[in-house]
């Protein structure tokens, strides 16, 4: 097992028990103590979670918090693919889509690269790199302006100020977190009036969004939960999570994603448009 599937699987365990000791995970995983203390360090290192005595705990952020692109592009791949997979199924050729910042997001775009005629407006970094590299040459990719984010967004006036102009059919909206209450949120206060820009701009509006997502707070909402036609999630979603966006959102879809890395698309449809 590579190191990174190894500190992966790491996190995830981490995530579902809310801590972890050195040696189980040494005898887990069949390396050394100083392997895996290796691999907690550079978790830690990345603010993904804490080091304790023996171990390791979850990390936990405040409202603001806002992790790099790296770091979060690390986390949940197996879903992020699957979601990514389904997504990509709503793409029409020659439609006028945009696509905001994030790591969900940017494994969508590596699956439009080959879709005809289509125009992508985004306010990532990332997505516009992977378009303007593998994509097609019928196809137009529009970069906002803006000031650039730990998460590789463009964001601010500049940013708001370019899409405020456009008419588009589909907005594909990452989003950090995900409550009853704040509805989608986000840790960059200029990062959400730039979604907002986003969402106005958008006939449909899709947000992606893995399990993980639901029960965090950032400090600025997007939107309401009510607001997006459809969420793609995957099926460990918890069912206090599918009860309440089943009831908001127009369609609630989850898909199941393989543990291994490639994803399978078995979509599951909760509530009605």
Known sequence: MLAQQRQTAILERVRATGGVRVSELAGEFGVSDMTIRRDLEALHERGLLAKVHGGATTAEPSS??????????????????AIADHAAQLVRPGAAVALSAGTTTAELARRLVDVPGLTVVTNSLPVAEILHAGGRPDQTVVLTGGVRTPSDALVGPLAVGAVRSLHLDLLFLGVHGITERAGFTTPNLMEAETDRALVAAADRLVVLADHTKWGTVGISSIVELAAAHVLVSDDRLPPPARRVLGEQVGELIMVKATGAGRATRTPTSEGTA
């Open 64 to 81: 603001t918090d806002e992790p790099g692109f790296h770091a979060k592009s690390v986390r949940q791949l197996p879903e992020k693919a």
